[in-house]
């Protein structure tokens, strides 16, 4: 699938770290380093601009050494691109942390996956076909 893009960054286009990757990484472009404090978050610029196929998303989501090392995660993740956006790919990361950390210029700080989706049309009904699991939420299965 080929998807267009703008890259008004000064970095390489995000690429898969390996061959059976499912995401991209995703790098900071910064004029100077952002300082996040611990339980701070800051909108982190890429530099870049897509315009995906309808019926695609792009989700933005951590990378996990990064969340696992370092306490810094994407906040709403997955975050969503719309196929119908054209402004920049945009980060919200958040340091979850009790260090400050900084966010270099070039970092690899997110990854994006583009994924099909369907759109839903709602069937109104009185009731709900019976399942094994019914309404058994959270935790109904155990730990153990």
């Known amino acids: 699938m080929k ?3 703008v890259n008004h960054s000064r970095h390489p286009l995000p690429s898969y770290g390996t061959d059976h990757s499912a995401g991209m990484d995703l790098r900071a472009n910064l004029t100077e ?3 996040l404090k ?3 978050r ?3 610029s890429t530099g870049l601009f897509i315009e995906l196929p309808v019926g695609y998303e792009a989700q933005i989501r951590p990378r996990s050494g ?3 090392k370092n306490g810094i995660t994407v906040l709403n993740t997955p975050g969503t691109i719309d196929a ?3 402004g920049e790919i945009k980060v919200i990361l958040v340091n979850l942390s009790n260090e400050n950390w900084a966010v270099c210029d070039g970092e690899r700080i997110a990854q994006m996956i583009i994924s099909s989706h369907e759109k839903a ?3 109104l009904v009185n009731e709900l076909a ?3 699991r019914g309404d058994r939420g959270f935790g109904h299965t155990g730990i153990k």
């Open 3 to 5: 998807i267009r893009i």
């Open 130 to 132: 019976e399942s094994e």
């Open 84 to 86: 119908d956006y054209r």
């Open 42 to 44: 800051a909108l982190i």
């Open 66 to 68: 990064l969340a696992a």
């Open 121 to 123: 049309a709602w069937e």
């Open 38 to 40: 611990p339980l701070e």
């Open 33 to 35: 380093e952002i300082l």
